[in-house]
């Protein structure tokens, strides 16, 4: 018998490691490979697996996320098909959402006026794929009452998440949240198994669980209260998303874009020949925005000389509404309405909505913000001390200009 699922989605955070992308918008509204959002991926998760019941839980400087989903989410509402954006109400007192648990329990009504077998709590601010009715299979068949999503990353990483001991048979055994000396798994030395941070609970426990949580003094959150309370008592399972499968698909992808070298790195992980993270496959489309923007457009084919132009893109992602006018790019994520003018060159870099790059001018490992104007001749990411007072620069040498940065002529 086919469960109904309620999924909650939770889309409040503040992003703080995000800055100063975060400045202005929440995490889960950051534009991502051109011509998404990154709450984009866990919305066509949920409308892939056949859930289209779904509460997006709002709070940090959400006006820009608001517009999104509202725009480009608008499920059947005859078909009882939604994805209700939540604001934080303050319904249980005079508290903001005080960690992801308490999130959840300040909207319990939620659950209790849709009545679902089944709830997924699951974060907005990663990049994957994932067949949810595969997890609520597993769920089902193991009798769990709850059961979370994990990951294997290397112990290096693995002090940013819970990181999960389980036996022979997925049963969660032992949970830390954020370790200072994470657990290696057993037969792979130097990995940690750790939590994603998606949660499948049967309703009623669920409810149960939260107001439990709620008389306690603690962090009301899932990864220090509520799971560490109950895998001892109750049966936990894990869910190895690595067997998790796409149709069209071999590999499992998932990256906590959390920083902004992450953020970096797995927009540069689409421009490759091969990606890991396929845009592309039909039999799992990823919906997003319709714009109603024009083609890219790429204009000069000057014969070689020393004025030579051409407008050009080499291993790189160009969204619609672009305008690639006599200048190059390279290894970059375009997002639409960019503008890239004669002799200039963009290198592995990621363009925000509606910037223009003037004439000659020259960007390298750099996140343009929507909107920036950069002028004729300027450099923006080959001189890193200067790039320092004028504008961000991360530990790993990639430059951010944030929104609203008026970048001065060059001399």
Known sequence: MQRKTLG??????????????????????????????????????FVNSGIHKI??????????LNRHVQTAWALNRTLDQYVDL????????????????????????????ERPDLVAVFGGDHIYKMDLTQMIDFHLAKGALCSVSAFPVPVAEATE???????????????EEKPAQPKHMPGRPGWALASMGNYLFHSKFLVRELLAD???????????????AIYHNYPVYVYDYTQNRIPGET????????????????????????????????????????????PAKFVFSDE???????????DSMISAGCIISGGTVEQSVLAP???????????????????????????????????????????????????????????????????????QPEK
Request: aromatic letters at 10%; glycine letters at 10%.
């Open 8 to 45: 909650m989605i939770m889309a409040g955070g503040q992003g703080s490691r995000l800055q100063p992308l975060t400045s202005e918008r929440a995490k889960p509204a950051v534009h991502f490979g051109g011509k998404y959002r990154i709450i984009d991926f866990v919305l066509n998760n």
């Open 55 to 64: 509460k997006l839980l709002t709070q940090f400087k959400s006006d820009s």
């Open 86 to 113: 939540v604001p934080a109400q303050m319904r249980t007192g005079t508290e903001w959402y005080r960690g992801t648990a308490d999130a959840i329990y300040q909207n319990v009504n939620l659950i209790t006026d």
């Open 161 to 175: 998440f819970g990181v999960i001991e389980i036996d022979e048979d997925g049963r969660m055994i032992g949970f």
């Open 214 to 228: 709620a008389q306690k003094t603690s962090a009301h959150d899932f990864g220090k209260d509520i799971i560490p």
């Open 251 to 294: 590999n499992s992808y998932w990256r906590d874009v959390g920083t902004l070298e992450a953020f970096f790195e797995a927009n540069m992980d689409l421009v490759k020949v091969t990606p890991e993270f396929d845009l592309y496959n039909p039999k799992w489309p990823l919906r997003t925005i319709n714009l109603n923007a024009p």
């Open 304 to 314: 070689p000389g020393e004025n030579a132009r051409r407008g050009q893109a080499l």
């Open 337 to 407: 309405y960019c503008h890239i003018h004669s002799w200039a060159k963009v290198e592995e870099s990621i363009l925000f909505p509606d910037v223009q790059v003037g004439r000659h001018a020259m960007v390298r490992k750099a996140i343009i913000e929507k909107g920036v104007k950069i002028p004729e001749g300027a450099r923006i990411g080959f001189d890193l001390a200067r790039d320092a007072e004028r504008f961000h620069v991360t530990e790993g040498g990639i430059v951010v200009v944030p929104k609203g940065t008026i970048i």
